[in-house]
Nanobody, 122 residues
Framework: VQLQASGGGLVQAGGSLRLSCAASGLTFSTYSMGWFRQAPGRERDFVASIRWNGGRTYYADSVKGRFTISRDNAKNTVYLQMSSLKPEDTAVYYC????????????????WGRGTQVTVSS
Protein backbone atom coordinates (compact mmCIF):
# COMPACT_ATOMS: atom_id res chain seq x y z
CA VAL A 1 0.00 0.00 0.00
CA GLN A 2 1.25 3.44 -0.90
CA LEU A 3 -0.19 6.78 0.05
CA GLN A 4 1.57 9.60 -1.74
CA ALA A 5 0.83 13.07 -0.41
CA SER A 6 1.62 16.21 -2.36
CA GLY A 7 0.73 19.88 -2.53
CA GLY A 8 2.52 21.22 0.50
CA GLY A 9 4.60 24.36 0.42
CA LEU A 10 5.16 27.83 1.81
CA VAL A 11 2.21 30.22 1.96
CA GLN A 12 1.46 33.50 3.70
CA ALA A 13 -1.08 33.70 6.49
CA GLY A 14 -4.57 33.99 5.06
CA GLY A 15 -3.62 32.02 1.97
CA SER A 16 -4.77 28.65 0.68
CA LEU A 17 -3.29 25.30 -0.29
CA ARG A 18 -4.73 22.05 -1.52
CA LEU A 19 -3.14 18.80 -0.48
CA SER A 20 -3.66 15.61 -2.47
CA CYS A 21 -3.04 12.01 -1.52
CA ALA A 22 -2.94 9.36 -4.21
CA ALA A 23 -3.49 5.81 -2.97
CA SER A 24 -2.45 2.53 -4.52
CA GLY A 25 -2.33 -1.09 -3.47
CA LEU A 26 -5.69 -1.03 -1.70
CA THR A 27 -9.35 -0.98 -2.64
CA PHE A 28 -9.58 2.75 -2.10
CA SER A 29 -13.36 3.03 -2.25
CA THR A 30 -13.75 0.76 0.79
CA TYR A 31 -11.44 2.74 3.07
CA SER A 32 -12.03 5.73 5.29
CA MET A 33 -9.39 8.35 4.62
CA GLY A 34 -7.97 11.06 6.80
CA TRP A 35 -5.37 13.73 7.33
CA PHE A 36 -3.19 14.22 10.38
CA ARG A 37 -0.47 16.76 11.11
CA GLN A 38 2.58 16.99 13.28
CA ALA A 39 4.27 20.22 14.26
CA PRO A 40 7.86 20.25 15.60
CA GLY A 41 8.01 18.98 19.16
CA ARG A 42 4.36 17.94 19.18
CA GLU A 43 2.39 14.76 18.76
CA ARG A 44 0.68 13.84 15.54
CA ASP A 45 -2.86 15.22 15.65
CA PHE A 46 -6.05 14.41 13.81
CA VAL A 47 -7.11 17.02 11.24
CA ALA A 48 -9.97 15.57 9.19
CA SER A 49 -11.51 12.32 7.98
CA ILE A 50 -14.01 11.15 5.41
CA ARG A 51 -16.01 7.95 5.03
CA TRP A 52 -15.62 5.61 2.09
CA ASN A 53 -18.38 7.24 0.06
CA GLY A 54 -17.75 10.80 1.20
CA GLY A 55 -21.06 10.80 3.01
CA ARG A 56 -19.69 11.97 6.34
CA THR A 57 -16.75 14.15 7.22
CA TYR A 58 -15.17 15.08 10.55
CA TYR A 59 -12.82 17.89 11.52
CA ALA A 60 -10.67 18.98 14.41
CA ASP A 61 -12.06 22.08 16.08
CA SER A 62 -8.93 24.01 15.13
CA VAL A 63 -9.61 23.65 11.40
CA LYS A 64 -13.38 23.45 11.19
CA GLY A 65 -14.74 26.03 8.80
CA ARG A 66 -11.35 26.57 7.17
CA PHE A 67 -10.40 23.12 5.85
CA THR A 68 -12.42 20.79 3.64
CA ILE A 69 -11.71 17.11 3.06
CA SER A 70 -13.01 15.41 -0.07
CA ARG A 71 -12.30 12.33 -2.15
CA ASP A 72 -12.53 11.07 -5.71
CA ASN A 73 -12.88 7.30 -5.68
CA ALA A 74 -12.45 7.13 -9.45
CA LYS A 75 -8.98 8.65 -9.03
CA ASN A 76 -8.09 6.91 -5.75
CA THR A 77 -7.33 10.32 -4.31
CA VAL A 78 -8.25 12.24 -1.18
CA TYR A 79 -7.88 16.00 -0.89
CA LEU A 80 -7.54 18.58 1.84
CA GLN A 81 -8.44 22.11 0.82
CA MET A 82 -6.97 24.51 3.35
CA SER A 83 -8.06 28.14 3.46
CA SER A 84 -7.47 31.08 5.80
CA LEU A 85 -4.23 29.47 6.83
CA LYS A 86 -2.58 30.51 10.06
CA PRO A 87 1.02 30.19 11.23
CA GLU A 88 -0.15 27.59 13.75
CA ASP A 89 -1.18 25.37 10.83
CA THR A 90 2.51 24.89 10.06
CA ALA A 91 3.24 21.17 10.26
CA VAL A 92 4.00 18.04 8.30
CA TYR A 93 0.69 16.74 6.99
CA TYR A 94 0.12 13.00 6.69
CA CYS A 95 -2.46 11.08 4.74
CA UNK A 96 -3.94 7.97 6.36
CA UNK A 97 -6.26 5.09 5.46
CA UNK A 98 -8.44 2.99 7.72
CA UNK A 99 -10.52 -0.11 7.08
CA UNK A 100 -12.91 0.97 9.82
CA UNK A 101 -15.80 3.32 9.27
CA UNK A 102 -14.87 6.62 10.88
CA UNK A 103 -17.37 8.08 13.29
CA UNK A 104 -16.35 11.27 14.98
CA UNK A 105 -12.79 12.46 15.33
CA UNK A 106 -11.32 9.11 16.30
CA UNK A 107 -9.47 7.44 13.49
CA UNK A 108 -7.05 4.55 13.80
CA UNK A 109 -5.16 4.29 10.54
CA UNK A 110 -4.05 1.01 9.10
CA UNK A 111 -1.76 2.78 6.67
CA TRP A 112 0.18 6.03 6.69
CA GLY A 113 1.67 8.02 3.87
CA ARG A 114 4.83 10.05 3.93
CA GLY A 115 4.18 13.59 4.97
CA THR A 116 4.16 16.83 3.07
CA GLN A 117 5.41 20.02 4.70
CA VAL A 118 3.10 22.99 5.04
CA THR A 119 4.64 26.23 6.25
CA VAL A 120 2.54 29.32 6.90
CA SER A 121 4.42 32.57 7.34
CA SER A 122 3.06 35.48 9.33
Amino acid sequence: VQLQASGGGLVQAGGSLRLSCAASGLTFSTYSMGWFRQAPGRERDFVASIRWNGGRTYYADSVKGRFTISRDNAKNTVYLQMSSLKPEDTAVYYCAASRAVVSGREMRPDYWGRGTQVTVSS
